[in-house]
């Protein structure tokens, strides 16, 4: 075999590599699930403290078991589109298979707060799954 043809096997290697490399990222997940179904499953009471909230919910769901749990602020936009503009993450603990937090929403000029969940996998290339909180408009009264 010549070094030329050399050239050319390892130049077909190196597409190949390439090729399994973009079909194994194109099975990525690019939107969470997420609707009302979930949404429900986030509780929050408000607390007896100005603008003090508690919240619970699920620690895992469908099997994801990494939570993300943020205190979000949005404009009031549309049809009830929420657009996060700041976000604080939130300490919670896990009691019985539910995550179970307190937080304080304080007043944002022009924004309102509400709960921002994430579930995710332990491992890449699976779906996580997405919901959110109504507004909490009371805080900002």
Not at 117 to 127: A, F, Q, S, T, Y
Request: glycine content about 8%.
């Amino acid at each position: 075999m010549t070094v030329f043809e050399q050239f050319i096997q390892a130049m077909k290697w190196f597409a190949m590599l390439g090729i399994f490399a973009c079909v194994n990222t194109a099975n990525a997940c690019m939107i969470p699930e997420h609707g009302a179904q979930y949404d429900r499953q986030v509780k929050i009471s408000k607390e007896t403290g100005k603008h003090e909230y508690s919240f619970t919910l699920p620690a895992s769901l469908s099997g994801l078991t990494r939570l993300e749990v943020t205190l979000a602020y949005t404009r009031k936009l549309e049809g009830g589109f929420k657009l996060s503009e700041v976000s604080i993450p939130l300490d919670y603990t896990v009691t019985d298979d539910m995550a179970v937090g307190a937080f304080v929403a304080a007043p944002k000029t022009g924004l309102m707060p509400y709960l921002h969940v994430m579930w995710w996998p332990d491992r890449g290339g699976l779906c996580g799954i997405r919901a959110q909180s109504e507004l909490l408009s009371s805080a900002n009264s």
